[in-house]
């Protein structure tokens, strides 16, 4: 079955920068859309950003023009380069995969998710 691990989070300062990486792992088939996920204490779990199979992405209003989403289909991994971090970015960042070959804005429209890693901005 395929299994995704998120690697790259950490304590940082306001105003830094973070990379978190998402691999596939095991039968890592029929992956066309990847997204990342956060959720910070007490909340409910919200994306910041997702691609599809094509070129084309989503970014939450919260994020845009700070964090950019990548990948290397070959690979089936998805990057987040996050910029110009803010306390309210503290969270669990849980990478998702899906089988479409477009992107869903809801959890529910992924097949596959990771462990989360823990992002935390300290002001």
């Known amino acids: 079955q395929v299994q995704l691990v998120e690697s790259g989070g950490g304590l940082v300062q306001a105003g830094g920068s973070l990379r978190l990486s998402c691999a596939a792992s095991?039968?890592?088939?029929?992956?066309?859309?990847m997204a990342w996920f956060r959720q910070a204490p007490g909340k409910e779990r919200e994306i910041v950003a997702a691609n599809g199979w094509s070129i084309s992405t989503y970014y939450a209003d919260s994020v845009k023009g700070r964090y950019t989403i990548s990948r290397d289909n070959a690979k089936n991994t998805v990057y987040l380069q996050m910029t110009s971090l803010k306390p309210e970015d503290t969270g669990v960042y849980y990478c998702?995969?899906?089988?479409?070959?477009?992107?869903?804005?809801?959890?529910?429209?992924?097949?596959?998710w990771g462990q989360g890693t823990q992002v935390t901005v300290s002001s």
């Open positions: 998702a995969a899906g089988t479409s070959r477009i992107y869903f804005l809801e959890s529910t429209g992924y097949d596959y």
């Open positions: 095991g039968r890592a088939i029929n992956i066309y859309t």
